[in-house]
C-alpha cells in the first residue's frame, strides 16, 4: 500500500469508526483546579498569550499535526492554516515522508501562504533515519513548507500494527541527536498518542531536542486506527489487544516534567476543551495540542473549524478567570485537586 492510500484511510478511519480508547482516559478528568470566587481580576484583562518556541500564540493551542499527501488532505491543511492565522496559535503538519517520496505531492502540505504568520511545524517519522534518510531529508522537508520547527514523531506501535509498517527502531537516539545538532530550526519529538515515557524523555532531552510532546493515551488510539484498516483476522486480533496500551496524558506529562523542569512542553493526547488545556498548562505544559476534534470541524468547513477555535479560546479565557489567573505564568501556579 502506498504512503497516499494509507494518508486517506486514516482519515476515514479516524472519523468514521470508533477508535477511542475502551478504558484507558486521559486522567483530565481526575484533575480540578480550585475555584476561586473572588478572583481579583476582570475577564476583559485576562491574558492567554503565551511565546512557544519564539513565537507569540494568541492562546497556547497548536493545531496537532494529521494530514498531508492527498488532495483531500489539502483541503484540511488548508483550512487548519487559514483557522490558525486568525486565530493566531501554531500548527503541525502531518508526516511528510509522501512529499518526500513524491514531490508533486508536496503541495498538499504547503500552506505558507495561508498562514503567512503562523508558528509551523514540518514532520517526518523519526524512524525514517533507519531508512535512508538522514540531515538533508530533514532541511529539506523544513524547506518546502517554509516552516519554523521540525517534528520528529516516534511511533513503534503504531508500526509494528502494520503490515507495511517499519520497525527498525534500533540506534536511532543517535540520528535524532545528528538532526538537532545540524539542523538550524528547533527539533521537537512527540509521540503519536501513547505517551513519552520519563526515560525516553530524559534521553531525548540529553541527545538535543528543542522541545518535546507527550501525545499520552486517553485520545485517539491508534491501535484501533490500524485494527480498522487491517483485512488480515489475525493482524486485527494483535492490534486490538492493544486498545488501552499507553501511558495517559496526565501521567506522561508530569513524568516528563520532572525530567526537566525547563524543556518547552506541549501537552496533547486526548485534549478537549479550554478547561483541559488550561489544566495542561497548571500541569507543566508550555502549550497543548489538538487533533481530532479540529480534523472532524475542518472537514465540515472553515466557519465550523474558526468557531471551534473560538470556544476553545473563550473556554480557557472563562477558566483563567475562574481560578483567578490574570495570565498564563499565573496559570501555572493554579491550584488543581486530584480525584
Same mark, same amino acid.
Given at each position: 500500500? %502506498? %504512503?497516499?492510500?494509507?494518508?486517506?484511510? +486514516?482519515?476515514?478511519?479516524?472519523?468514521?469508526? @470508533?477508535?477511542?480508547?475502551?478504558?484507558? %482516559?486521559?486522567?483530565?478528568?481526575?484533575?480540578?483546579?480550585?475555584?476561586?470566587?473572588?478572583?481579583?481580576?476582570?475577564?476583559?484583562?485576562?491574558?492567554?498569550?503565551?511565546?512557544?518556541?519564539?513565537?507569540?500564540? &494568541?492562546?497556547?493551542?497548536? !493545531? &496537532?499535526?494529521?494530514?498531508?499527501? %492527498?488532495?483531500? &488532505?489539502?483541503? !484540511?491543511?488548508?483550512?487548519?492554516?487559514?483557522?490558525?492565522?486568525?486565530?493566531?496559535?501554531?500548527?503541525?503538519?502531518?508526516?511528510?515522508?509522501?512529499?518526500?517520496?513524491?514531490?508533486?505531492?508536496?503541495?498538499?502540505?504547503?500552506? /505558507?501562504?495561508?498562514?503567512?504568520?503562523?508558528?509551523?511545524?514540518?514532520?517526518?517519522?523519526?524512524?525514517?533515519?533507519?531508512?535512508?534518510?538522514?540531515?538533508?531529508?530533514?532541511?529539506?522537508?523544513?524547506?518546502?513548507?517554509?516552516?519554523?520547527?521540525?517534528?520528529?514523531?516516534?511511533?513503534?506501535?503504531?508500526?509494528?500494527?502494520?503490515?507495511?509498517?517499519?520497525?527498525?527502531?534500533?540506534?536511532?537516539?543517535?540520528? !535524532?541527536?545528528?538532526?538537532?545538532?545540524?539542523?538550524?530550526?528547533?527539533?521537537?519529538?512527540?509521540?503519536?498518542?501513547?505517551?513519552?515515557?520519563?526515560?525516553?524523555?530524559?534521553?531525548?532531552?540529553?541527545?538535543?531536542? =528543542?522541545?518535546?510532546?507527550?501525545?499520552?493515551?486517553?485520545?485517539?488510539?491508534?491501535?484501533?486506527?490500524?485494527?480498522? /484498516?487491517?483485512?488480515?483476522?489475525?493482524? /486485527?486480533?494483535?492490534?486490538?489487544?492493544?486498545? @488501552?496500551?499507553?501511558?495517559?496524558?496526565?501521567?506522561?506529562?508530569?513524568?516528563?516534567?520532572?525530567?526537566?523542569?525547563?524543556?518547552?512542553?506541549?501537552?496533547?493526547?486526548?485534549?478537549?476543551?479550554?478547561?483541559?488545556?488550561?489544566?495542561? !498548562?497548571?500541569?507543566?505544559?508550555?502549550?497543548?495540542?489538538?487533533?481530532?476534534?479540529?480534523? /472532524? &470541524? =475542518?472537514?465540515?468547513?472553515?466557519?465550523?473549524?474558526?468557531?471551534?477555535? +473560538?470556544?476553545?479560546?473563550?473556554?480557557?479565557?472563562?477558566?483563567?478567570? =475562574?481560578?483567578?489567573?490574570?495570565?498564563?505564568? =499565573?496559570?501555572?501556579?493554579?491550584?488543581?485537586?486530584?480525584?
Amino acid at each position: 500500500m %502506498t %504512503t497516499t492510500s494509507r494518508k486517506l484511510d +486514516h482519515i476515514r478511519i479516524s472519523l468514521e469508526e @470508533d477508535v477511542s480508547f475502551e478504558r484507558r %482516559t486521559t486522567g483530565f478528568e481526575q484533575q480540578h483546579f480550585v475555584h476561586q470566587a473572588l478572583p481579583e481580576l476582570d475577564l476583559a484583562d485576562v491574558d492567554t498569550t503565551v511565546t512557544f518556541l519564539g513565537h507569540r500564540l &494568541a492562546f497556547p493551542l497548536i !493545531i &496537532a499535526s494529521m494530514t498531508g499527501g %492527498t488532495p483531500e &488532505a489539502a483541503a !484540511i491543511n488548508q483550512h487548519l492554516a487559514q483557522a490558525a492565522q486568525a486565530l493566531g496559535i501554531g500548527m503541525g503538519l502531518g508526516s511528510m515522508r509522501a512529499a518526500l517520496e513524491s514531490p508533486d505531492l508536496a503541495w498538499t502540505y504547503q500552506v /505558507r501562504r495561508y498562514a503567512p504568520d503562523i508558528l509551523l511545524l514540518a514532520n517526518l517519522g523519526a524512524v525514517q533515519l533507519n531508512y535512508g534518510y538522514g540531515v538533508d531529508e530533514c532541511r529539506r522537508a523544513v524547506e518546502l513548507v517554509e516552516a519554523d520547527a521540525l517534528i520528529l514523531h516516534l511511533n513503534p506501535l503504531q508500526e509494528a500494527l502494520q503490515p507495511e509498517g517499519d520497525t527498525r527502531f534500533s540506534d536511532l537516539l543517535r540520528k !535524532i541527536a545528528a538532526v538537532c545538532a545540524a539542523l538550524d530550526v528547533p527539533v521537537v519529538v512527540k509521540e503519536v498518542g501513547w505517551g513519552l515515557s520519563r526515560q525516553a524523555a530524559r534521553r531525548l532531552v540529553e541527545a538535543g531536542v =528543542a522541545a518535546l510532546d507527550v501525545a499520552g493515551a486517553g485520545g485517539t488510539s491508534w491501535s484501533q486506527v490500524e485494527m480498522f /484498516r487491517s483485512t488480515d483476522a489475525r493482524q /486485527r486480533q494483535v492490534a486490538a489487544a492493544f486498545r @488501552d496500551w499507553g501511558i495517559p496524558t496526565v501521567a506522561s506529562l508530569q513524568n516528563v516534567r520532572l525530567v526537566d523542569a525547563h524543556i518547552p512542553l506541549i501537552a496533547s493526547g486526548g485534549v478537549r476543551t479550554g478547561i483541559d488545556i488550561a489544566k495542561s !498548562i497548571a500541569l507543566g505544559a508550555d502549550v497543548a495540542s489538538m487533533a481530532a476534534p479540529l480534523l /472532524r &470541524a =475542518a472537514m465540515t468547513g472553515p466557519a465550523a473549524l474558526t468557531e471551534l477555535l +473560538h470556544v476553545l479560546a473563550r473556554q480557557l479565557r472563562v477558566t483563567m478567570f =475562574a481560578v483567578g489567573a490574570a495570565d498564563v505564568s =499565573a496559570l501555572r501556579r493554579a491550584e488543581l485537586l486530584t480525584s
